[in-house]
């Protein structure tokens, strides 16, 4: 133990804060909470024996330790959250799922509301349904929606905006308030149905729909009548396929965590309205941490980000700050939260489903690892290399005619990806359409940086043949990288010459790699491939809309986003804009002559055929 440690030690204060450990490198390795500062340091710092696997690996790596004071624990706990999401220590728990999940939304204050997909949730007085595990899952959703009930579909602007009825209205999907005269009442009788039916009540929507049909059939409004009775079916029959796991109609979430040979999975159930309408499984590594301590962190870091928050959350086993995170989450919520673990009943045999569903993910998952593991083996093989390799990189361009070319870099860990690694790269210095020099400035651009900005791979591809590998070389040997890591070419096959299986080429080698008994290798390489494409050309779609969406008179010096908001407002677009003088542009609020000059020369340039640069 280095002196100025224990100096240290001795001199910290007896208040509640947050400590950060350092190694050798001055890096942040761990971020923790106390009540008591003093006391927590000591576990670290007097106790000589006793500590478990984590603590005694960390112990062995401080440098260096720094406090800072808060005025509660409650504050620290805040502070902790928020510095491991910045730091990312070695030896915390770390969530590395970061999505906002979608939720279905509903203004209810509206006179005619629409239901629309968001994924942040508000502090207004519309009423939120969700989250959905998937995107598929809301979507689903959405369209039993659309078909039972007959909401509008339309964006607000479309709504305000429409002056005859869209083909939803056609097609009897819609009831057209837009342009015919339905009565707010008549329409949020249909919301309040479509409420009930979010909230997973579609059994007291059922009752609630029965009954009015028979009221309107004894009336003799037998078409009505119709109307309700083919709603019910249709509730009936999603009904059908509905996973109903408490029948007490509460929304809550499940949280249930296992843990085998240093790997957990937590499993995260979503119930609303009493049904199961969700499943997400949140992998974790246990080298340093154990069950309770990860589900600790899960919660925190989790509903941190999450933009909805039951009233209830199930665990499967007691976690350490539970009235502290309770207190954390009723505060975000601005209601109660309460933090359970259920011993029987109900919520006891939905926990235990949780937890059997966590078991057979965990399978799944070193099933996938040892299938995985054997195609590295044979990939190394057929390779000739020296070791495994665990971290593989793939590159891969993308653009349409040398506009807006970009580049990707996938990485597969121990044979599967790991999307937190992925580098997107837009190409700066090639003019021309060049794809050799695009991956030349792409792969220069990556290994010019250090092993601590990012670790070496043990394994490059390159998509294509004996040219590319012969350009990524002569990269690797500018940067002095000859020989650090294998490098190979994997090309499509040539169906016109009769070829069944692309060929993965290797420096100094004229013919490919006979990969006639490690088609488990070739598959491998053609995923990591398949998945650099789809990333390159996902991101340049992304640039490719940006500029789409890029406005003539985002380009023009002078004009910013109240002035192109006059412009267009005036004129409602670009081409009524071009048959306008500089006398008239420079008359609109906050134009100036010059200014206008400059807008005129932009557009003239436009209608050449000569856009101005973004």
Known sequence: MHRHLLEKYHAAPADPGVYLMKDEKNRIIYVGKALNLKKRLASYFTKESGHDL????????????????????????????????????????????????????????????????????????????????????????LKSVNRIFKLRKCR???????????????????????????????????????????????????????????????????????????????????????????????????IACVGEKEKAIVTLFFVRGGNLVGTRHFPFDMHYNDIPEILDAFIKQYYEKSSFLPSQLLVSQPVENRELIQHRLSEKKGKSV??????????????DMALLNGKKELERFFSREAQARESLLSLQKILHMDRLPRRIECFDNSNISGIDPVSSMVVFINGLPDNSLYRKFIIRNVTEHDDYAYMTEVLTRRFSKTQDDMALPDLVVVDGGKGQISMAVAVLKTLGLEGA????????KDREKGETHDKIYLPNRSNPVNTGQAEDALFLLQRLRDEAHRFAITFQRKRRGTR?????????????????????????????????????LASHPGMTRPIAENLAAALEKSEEGEVPPV
């Not at 504050?75 to 728990?93: G, R």
């Not at 359970?340 to 919520?347: A, I, S, T």
């Open 156 to 254: 607000k602007t479309q709504f305000a905006n429409r002056s005859r009825p869209c083909l939803n209205y056609q097609i009897k999907s819609c009831l057209g308030p837009c342009c015919h005269g339905v009565s707010r009442e008549e329409y949020h009788k249909i919301v309040k149905d479509v409420v009930l039916f979010l909230k997973g009540r579609s059994s007291e929507l059922v009752k609630k729909l029965t009954t009015e049909m028979r009221e309107e059939a004894e009336r003799e409004n037998f078409e009505k009548a119709a109307q309700l009775r083919d709603t019910v079916f249709a509730v009936e029959k999603i009904l059908e396929k509905q996973v109903v796991v408490s029948t007490d109609h509460l929304d809550r979430d499940v």
């Open 338 to 351: 309460k933090l359970l673990v259920p011993r029987r009943g109900e919520k006891k045999q939905i926990v």
């Open 548 to 584: 789409a969406k890029t406005s003539i008179l985002d380009s023009v010096q002078g004009i910013g986003k109240k002035r192109k908001q006059t412009l267009l407002s005036a004129y409602q677009g670009i081409s009524r804009m071009k048959q306008a003088s500089v006398d008239e």
């Open 485 to 492: 890591f294998a490098v190979a070419g994997l090309a499509k």
């Open 54 to 141: 984590k603590t005694g690996i960390l112990i062995r790596q401080i440098a260096d330790f720094e406090l800072i004071v808060t005025s509660s624990e409650h504050e620290a706990l805040i502070l902790e959250s928020t510095l491991i999401k910045k730091h990312k220590p070695k030896y915390n728990v770390i969530l590395k799922d970061g999505k906002n999940y979608p939720c279905l939304r509903i203004d209810v204050t509206e006179d005619y509301p629409g239901l629309e997909v968001v994924r942040k949730i508000n502090r207004d007085k519309a009423l939120y349904f969700g989250p959905y595990s998937s995107a598929h899952g809301v979507k689903s959703t």
